[in-house]
Structures are given as C-alpha cells and as structure tokens.
C-alpha cells in the first residue's frame, strides 16, 4: 500500500510539473503575441519648438496616448498663442521604423535634436478624428490665419504683423522596406527645405509632425490613372500617392511580406508550435502507477493462517 501511494503522488507531481510547464511556456506565448500587436495601430508622433517652453514638457501621459487627445493638449495650452507660427505637418503611412532609419546627420534629425523643447513619442494610438476643428480654434483664440502649403511649393510667405497656423500633407508613405527607406530619404528633404524657409521667416514657432492614415476612398483615388501613364520615381511628389516602381517583380509592385505577416509566421514557428511539441512530449512521458510487487519469500496463505 505504500509503494502504490507513493507512485501515485509521484505521478501526480510529474503531472503537475508538466502542466505547469505547459502552462509557463503558453502564458509566455500570450506575452509575445500580445507584445508584438501591441503597435500594430500606432503611429509617430513628434512635436518641438524653436524656443524654450514647458508646453511641450508638460504632456507627460502615463498610458500610451491617443493622437487626437495629444493635439488637443497642446492645442489647448494657454501658451499655445505664444508662437508666432504652428506648423503641422500630416504624413500618410509614416512608421516610427521610418524616422528611426533616418541618417543621423539628415536636416530633420539635427533640427529635432537641436530644438530647445521637443517631444518624441514613436508609438501613438491612431485617432480618426480630424485636426482641422482643433486648428480653426486655436486661430480664433489666437487671432491667427490658416494656410495650407504643399511640400514642393515655394511661393508661400508668412505676414509679419499676424500669427500663422501652417498645415502640409505628405504624400503617402507605402511600399517594400527598401523602397519606404528611399522614399522617406526624398520626404525628409522636402520637410527641411519647408522648415528652413519657416525658420527664416519666423524665429518662434511650434511644429508638429505624426503619421496618418489615409482614407479608403482617397486611396483608391490616388491609385487610379485615367490616362494611363505611369510617373517616375522622380516626379511622384507631384501627386499626393507614391506609386511604386513598375519593374522589379511583385514584392516591388505588391507588399506581400508585411512587418505583421512576418512577425505572425515568425510567432508561429518559433513560439506556438514548439509550445505544443512540449506540451505533447509532456503527456507522453506520464507513466501508469508502478505495480505492487509482494516482497520475496512472501505467502498469503502463510500469512493467513497465522
């Protein structure tokens, strides 16, 4: 009777010791998964000013914020009137991966790192509500006028006897890995070139620079070609869509293998299935209860008749 409790607690153990494995290794898994799609609705969101102020400093959000709300922040400060100039700038499709490849020595990168105030937030809960409400407000509490620029139009001046409020879209930011890193390097010579000639017209300003999405309608806009001709690399800024190269194949022209795509097959390989190759290996080796052998020299019949 005590070997077979003993077995029995010892299988017991093993069982529990298993399951608990099993348990560690799928909870592990979970932390993954939810870790890895825990950005997947996010964009960048930068923002700095050309003189010192706390209006930045001051939106410090304990949880991942929402881009919307961030903007309202700042749009709502009482310092916000303070600037002569707010430039806003809305870039479809930007990743913070995007800003991160960026040469550290590129125009953008030296004026963030030169601003006396800034604010870098890579990962910003996307918001579907418009900035243009918020923006109109701030020009009627600071008296300021709205004007829309493009990034390759030159002919745009600020009025020195008023406050501005400047709005760009980019064109849209999609396509392979390499052809994004291309892209962007030619974006981020368009923002500085718009930045320089801001800085040289008004020394106090704010900028604030996010990704976006675009609408599906937009989209498909932007895609279609009543004409038929296809635009150069070159000469794609003249639209508001970057359209990829013709040649090259399909992963130049379709982005199959998506960072999500990737990240899913690489969780699947490498954290799902070895989780059930374990769990698997782990009920295989439970073992039935040793069996109770009679000690050597034993007889029951012995035994009962004393």
Not at 272 to 299: D, F, H, N, W
Request: net charge neutral; charged share 15%.
């Amino acid at each position: 009777m005590f070997m077979s409790a003993l077995a029995t607690r010892c299988e017991a153990k093993l069982q529990r010791d298993n399951s608990d494995m099993v348990a560690r290794a799928a909870l592990l898994a979970l932390i993954s998964v939810s870790g890895a799609f825990g950005f997947s609705n996010t964009i960048p969101f930068v923002a700095w000013s050309s003189q010192s102020s706390d209006i930045l400093s001051s939106n410090s959000p304990s949880t991942r914020p929402d881009h919307g709300a961030l903007l309202e922040s700042i749009t709502n400060h009482e310092y916000v009137c303070s600037f002569d100039a707010i430039f806003v700038i809305d870039h479809p499709g930007l990743h913070s991966s995007d800003l991160r490849n960026l040469q550290p020595s590129c125009g953008l990168a030296q004026t963030i790192k030169s601003a006396p105030s800034s604010r870098q937030l890579p990962n910003v809960k996307r918001s579907i509500r418009s900035p243009l409400h918020l923006l109109e407000q701030v020009a009627s509490r600071c008296g300021a006028a709205l004007l829309d620029i493009t990034p390759e139009s030159g002919e745009w001046t600020l009025s020195g006897e008023k406050k501005h409020i400047l709005t760009m879209s980019m064109p849209l930011l999609e396509g392979t890995a390499q052809y994004r890193k291309n892209v962007m390097s030619q974006h981020e010579k368009l923002i500085t070139a718009v930045l320089e000639k801001l800085a040289g017209q008004t020394p106090n300003h704010l900028v604030v620079y996010s990704g976006s999405v675009l609408p599906l309608a937009k989209r498909q806009l932007s895609d279609f070609d009543p004409f038929g001709e296809e635009e150069e690399v070159n000469t794609v800024f003249n639209s508001n869509a970057v359209v990829a190269p013709a040649g090259g194949g399909i992963l130049q022209r379709y982005q199959l293998l998506t960072p999500a795509l990737i990240l899913t097959l690489l969780i699947v390989f490498f954290v799902m299935i070895p989780v059930l190759l374990l769990g698997i290996s782990a009920l295989a080796s439970i073992q039935s209860p040793l069996r109770t052998e009679a000690p050597k020299g034993y007889s029951a019949h012995e035994k009962k008749v004393q």
